[in-house]
């Protein structure tokens, strides 16, 4: 991968250097909204998450995570039982070689969350417990880094099975 990004590495070693010294860390961001309409009186929930990949150019690391938060509509009260029979979010760092290509999964995590939203009919703040972060990876500022999750959920009594979310993902962070 290296070879391939000697020429650029170059020209773009002195962009780096400013960047370097101009900021300790570089971070990007990407929010995503779905509603889950649950079977029965069980009210609908729109669930937010925030994607966030940082470049810590000072350890020399890049971090993605993933913050989940849900609520009610406002006009819904319904039941709270059991929601869910499998929540989990899979956070990534990802990276590629250019702007246009492909991403690859650097590092990744998976956070089951399903006891929490199933005992929590709204969750509006940003603790551990709804925080979801892969672990960290060296930073190699001549690539293009990115934070991306997807949500895999599993409704009570609904009979459709596992459904994937794909969520936003920030914005490349390069140099």
Known sequence: MRKLLTAAGLASSAVALGVLMASPA?????????????????PK????????????????????KSVVYWKLAV???GDHSTRF????????????LGPNEADE???????DLTAMVNDSPFWTYDTAKNTCVAPGR??????????????VYDIVGDD???????LQGTALVHG
């Open 138 to 151: 060296v930073y190699d500022g001549e690539l293009y880094w990115s934070a991306d999750a997807t949500i």
């Open 160 to 166: 459709k099975g596992a459904i994937t979310q794909e």
């Open 26 to 42: 570089a971070a990007w961001s990407a929010t995503s909204q779905f509603d889950v309409t649950f079977p029965g009186a069980k």
């Open 85 to 96: 029979t499998s929540f989990k979010i899979t956070t990534r760092a990802e990276a590629r």
């Open 105 to 111: 999964v650097i590092t990744k995590k998976t956070c």
């Open 45 to 64: 929930t729109t669930y937010i998450v925030d994607n966030n990949g940082a470049a810590n150019l000072d350890q020399g690391d890049f971090q993605a």
């Open 75 to 77: 006009d819904q009260i």
